[in-house]
């Protein structure tokens, strides 16, 4: 019933740009809260942008400056733009969704960030 699908991800070198996309369904999606995470191999799984339903965003210090995120309650989906990319970025990047204590997740689309 609830489904978060990302989209976007790909290999792109250093200073590159990229956008992700999550398309939801199954939710009210204008009352949730949402987010962009990702897991690095060997790493924990971080918080790297949200924004509330209220269209408040924020976002991890160490892209903070270097990526947007943004919603269209309209289209039912959020959106990650990602520019001057780092090696560091490399990640799978996972879409959420929140709202009290309801948390679903997307399956996780891969950027990979190398020359």
């Known amino acids: 019933q609830v489904q978060l699908v990302e989209s976007g991800g790909g290999l792109v070198q250093p200073g590159e740009s990229l956008t992700l996309s999550c398309a939801a369904s199954?939710?009210?999606?204008?009352?949730?809260?949402m987010g962009w995470y990702r897991q690095a191999p060997g790493k924990q799984r971080d918080l790297v942008a949200a924004?509330?339903?209220?269209?408040?965003?924020n976002y991890a210090d160490s892209v903070n400056g270097r990526f947007t995120i943004s919603r269209s309650n309209a289209k039912n989906t959020v959106s990650l733009q990602m520019n001057s990319l780092k090696p560091d970025d490399t990640a799978v990047y996972y879409c959420?969704?929140?709202?009290?204590?309801?948390?679903?997740w997307g399956q996780g689309t891969q950027v990979t960030v190398s020359s």
């Open positions: 959420s969704s929140a709202r009290g204590s309801l948390r679903h």
């Open positions: 199954g939710i009210i999606f204008s009352i949730y809260d």
């Open positions: 924004i509330s339903s209220d269209g408040v965003k």
